[in-house]
């Protein structure tokens, strides 16, 4: 079951599992942590990224002197296996090192490395995330970093442990889509229920428009426990009267709402 977290007294509450860092200003900022699909996903764009890189490399370089390695003695295997594992290594330090903790494949899927004790993450910190690569994901096909992810609080693979580090998403999975908006033509074909849902802000609206998602995706018993407290919270915030019978007719409600009174 996920945890519902709340973003401050008064704030709608969400199904995202999310933290809060600390910054050395003293200012607290919430993330949204990264799934491991999504870390799956970026992993392995960087990987196909750089094996063709290496084999490009590998067809250039390597074909004209292949034969002068084979007649020096040369192991060929640490060519076409040691080599491949290095320069990924190699590859993960620098990128996440040069570009802020995003790789390429995590600036494709807007995620990134941070710490959890707020400082910005340094060459230790990713040296030790490239190097523990080696047992959350080379030796045991990702089967250690797939366990770590999935059960630990703060989705942390080995290296992120050592390092005190987490991966977190740098943009919001919550945002209306346009058919949202599209499928509202004017205030002459729709007349909203709730004008008292311009009390909340964009960011609320986001957060119910989330749970509702998640709610139809994942009916079990923890969402819908989910979806009954932030029904109770919004009646409270909203002042309303009494609570409406279907919860996710309402919830959508004030989504439509919400867009055409504040458009």
Do not use: C, W
């Not at 600390?22 to 996903?41: H, K």
């Not at 919830?251 to 867009?259: A, E, G, N, P, V």
């Amino acid at each position: 079951a996920e945890r519902i977290f709340r973003r401050a007294p008064g704030a709608i509450p969400t199904l995202m599992q999310t933290i809060e860092i600390r910054t050395t200003q003293n200012v607290t900022i919430e993330y949204e942590l990264a799934s491991l699909r999504e870390r799956i996903f970026s992993f392995l764009l960087d990987f196909i990224f750089l094996l063709i890189v290496y084999y490009v490399l590998v067809a250039i370089l390597f074909s004209t002197i292949e034969d002068i390695l084979i007649s020096s003695g040369f192991n060929l295997y640490f060519v076409y296996f040691y080599m491949p594992v290095f320069l990924f290594l190699l590859y993960q330090l620098a990128s996440e090192a040069l570009a802020g903790g995003q790789s390429a494949g995590k600036k494709l899927l807007g995620i990134k490395v941070v710490r959890l004790d707020g400082r910005e993450p340094g060459l230790t910190d990713f040296l030790l995330r490239a190097i523990l690569l080696i047992v959350d994901v080379i030796l045991t096909f990702g089967v250690v970093a797939a366990l770590l992810v999935g059960s630990t609080a703060k989705r942390q693979r080995l290296g992120d442990l050592t390092a005190n580090t987490t991966v977190v998403r740098v943009r919001s999975q919550l945002r209306f889509q346009l058919y949202d908006i599209l499928k509202i033509n004017s205030l002459e074909n729709y007349q909203p229920r709730y004008p008292e849902v311009k009390r909340l802000s964009e960011q609320d609206m986001l957060l119910i428009k989330n749970a509702v998602a998640r709610h139809q995706v994942f009916q079990n018993r923890a969402h819908t426990e989910a979806i009954d407290e932030l029904v109770k919270k919004l009646v409270h915030l909203l002042a309303l009267s009494e609570r409406p019978p279907d919860k996710i007719d309402f919830l959508k409600t004030l989504i439509k709402d919400y867009i055409v009174l504040t458009r």
